[in-house]
C-alpha cells in the first residue's frame, strides 16, 4: 500500500517540475516570438502561440510553414492579421531590412 502511494505522488511531482521547466525556458529564450514578423499594416508581431485557421479546418500557426497548411498543404499566399484583419502577402510579414550575419 505505502509503495503505491510513493509511486503515485512520484509521478505527480515529475509533472509538476516538467511544467515548471517549459515555462521558464519560454521565457528566459522567448521562443513565444517569431523574430522577424509582423504585421505590414499595423506593426502587430505575432507569437507562436497565435493560430490561423484554413478553409479545411486545419487550425496551426502559419508562420511555422512559410503559409502552407499542414491539413491539405493549401499554400495561402495571403496572411489576415488577427489584430487589424487586413490581408497581406506571406512574403510582406517577413521584416526584409534585417542584418545578415
Ligand atoms: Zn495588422
Ligand atoms: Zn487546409
Keep these: 500500500m505505502l509503495l503505491v502511494s510513493s509511486a503515485i505522488l512520484l509521478a505527480v ?6 511544467n ?6 519560454t521565457k528566459d529564450d522567448q521562443k513565444d516570438d517569431l ?3 509582423r ?3 499595423c506593426k502587430w508581431r505575432p507569437s507562436r502561440s ?5 478553409e479545411c479546418g ?5 508562420f511555422e510553414t512559410r503559409g502552407e497548411c499542414p491539413g ?3 499554400k495561402w499566399h495571403k496572411t489576415q492579421c ?6 497581406s502577402d506571406h512574403e510582406d510579414w517577413y521584416e526584409k531590412n534585417q542584418q545578415r550575419r
Design 82 to 87: 488577427t489584430q487589424c484583419g487586413s490581408w
Design 72 to 74: 491539405c498543404q493549401k
Design 50 to 54: 497565435d493560430m490561423w485557421m484554413c
Design 13 to 18: 511531482i515529475s509533472l509538476v517540475l516538467v
Design 20 to 25: 515548471r521547466g517549459n515555462t521558464t525556458e
Design 35 to 37: 523574430p522577424g514578423i
Design 39 to 41: 504585421c505590414p499594416i
Design 58 to 62: 486545419e487550425v496551426w500557426n502559419t
